[in-house]
């Protein structure tokens, strides 16, 4: 008696297409989610063309997901399935082993069938900073930032180490910061939460306190940054951008791999400059997100307090912006962010006019009051709204400072 198989057909190979659309068309199967099935699928596919492979797992579905799926695994950890040679065999289970192992088990679920995927075990978890260790680390960056390294690739990671203490972000997140996350006098930052495994397109924005030491790298870094940004054509939004190391251009925007390389090239170096001459210095962790995770301690406690009904939370965000919100609600706060912002400049003119001294307390408080008020409306809005308001408002482009714009900030809104 001849079976499908016998006949030249393989009911797995055929029903494989339609089992992989019907996961990538499940409304809960994200973007990234997509991308690592459509690699599995290619993965199967490319195994497929092994004869002996076709002819023990094609039979069926069952076959294919269940002993199918272990050869699979068996395949690929021994390099066979890969389309490039690679030179060193990765020590211990990789991210790529369970992404593909997960992938797996989804088709056989989706089929109904078992799953013969390997199940590798999940890596331990990276060791996070107790509350001594961040002083340190607080300290250490105080005094790197005050020596105002000229070197840009220090410069840089000041910022990046000042930035994940004071608001814990993801790598991604800080990449996608730009000048016009920055508050006019640098004391805010806005970042824009992108967690893993949402397929929102939707992202809070969070606007963060930024340290008086942060601040320093801040205003250290815009003034180096402009230097790596002359003579690039177009606009150079980005916070953090290269300084010209290996493959990276300069001046052109940093991303998630060069953060991570120059992170770590970075910490090497200054290890190596104090080991160098037989001391003990900076104690950076050797990975960002070790640093992250220890700063995420804090961001827990944080939210422990707020779940508890703490008005006042020690450590969080001064302003949070939720896209999900009502528009209506959402457009009061900034319309009377802006109305406060112009009695402010209104005031603050009075008050000058009044005294006739910068030096007058009346005059000092309208400062502060305008600053603040400024602030304000630029973490509801943009720099472009902000500024706008303000000239509306009749403030000098030479009263700026008064309204807390910083130099090196508003040259790079400019160059941008």
């Known amino acids: 008696m001849s079976t499908r198989t016998d006949e030249g057909r393989y009911p797995a190979v055929e ?16 973007e990234s989610v997509a991308g690592h099935v459509r690699w599995v699928h290619h993965t199967i596919e490319k195994a497929l063309e092994r004869e002996d492979y076709k002819e023990r797992y094609g039979t069926s579905m069952r076959a294919l997901l269940g002993p199918g799926a272990t050869a699979l695994c068996e395949l690929t950890d021994s390099g066979e399935l890969r389309l490039r040679g690679f030179k060193n065999q990765p020590k211990g289970v990789t991210a790529s082993q369970r ?11 989706e089929a109904d069938v078992p799953s013969g995927a390997i199940s590798y075990p999940k890596p331990p978890k990276k060791p996070t900073m107790p509350a001594w260790a ?25 910022v990046v180490v000042g930035l ?12 996608t910061c730009g000048i016009g996350d920055l508050a006019p006098d640098l004391t805010w930052v806005k970042i824009i939460r ?25 205003e250290h870094w815009l003034s180096v940054r402009a230097q790596l940004v002359t003579g690039l054509q177009g606009g150079a ?18 991303g998630r791999k060069g953060l991570i390389e120059s992170y ?4 090497g170096e200054l290890k190596g400059a104090v080991t160098g001459v037989g001391g003990k210095g900076w104690e950076l962790p050797e990975g960002l997100e070790q640093l992250r995770l220890g700063v995420q301690e804090q961001r827990r406690s944080y939210a422990a307090e707020q779940a508890a009904g703490s008005k006042t939370p020690q450590w969080g965000p001064a302003v949070v912006l939720n896209p999900l919100l009502p528009e209506e609600g959402e457009r009061k706060k900034t319309a009377a962010a802006m109305a406060k912002a112009a009695l402010a400049v209104d005031a603050f003119h009075a008050a000058r006019e009044f005294a006739g001294d910068e030096t007058d307390p009346k005059v000092l408080r309208a400062r502060r009051t305008l600053r603040e008020a400024t602030r304000a409306l630029w973490a509801r809005t943009d720099h472009t ?11 000098a482009n030479d009263d700026l400072a008064a309204a807390g714009y910083k130099e090196p900030l508003l040259d790079a809104l400019e160059r941008a």
Do not use: M
């Open 385 to 395: 709204t902000t500024l706008k308001l303000l000239h509306q408002a009749k403030l």
């Open 237 to 254: 939004r980005s916070l953090l951008v290269s300084h010209g190391h290996g493959a990276y251009r300069r001046g052109t925007p940093l």
């Open 194 to 218: 992108n967690p893993q495994a949402v397929a929102s397109t939707l992202h809070l924005t969070e606007v963060w306190p930024v340290s008086p030491i942060t601040q320093a790298a801040l």
């Open 264 to 267: 770590v090239a970075q910490v």
């Open 164 to 175: 994940v203490l004071d608001a814990a972000p993801r790598t991604g997140e800080l990449c």
């Open 15 to 30: 029903e494989l297409p339609e089992l992989v659309q019907q996961v990538l068309d499940d409304p809960e199967t994200t």
């Open 99 to 109: 992404r593909r192992s997960s992938v797996l088990r989804r088709l056989a679920r």
């Open 134 to 158: 961040r002083s340190q680390l607080h300290n250490g960056l105080k005094k790197q930032v005050e020596t105002q390294p000229s070197d840009p690739g220090l410069a840089r990671l000041l």
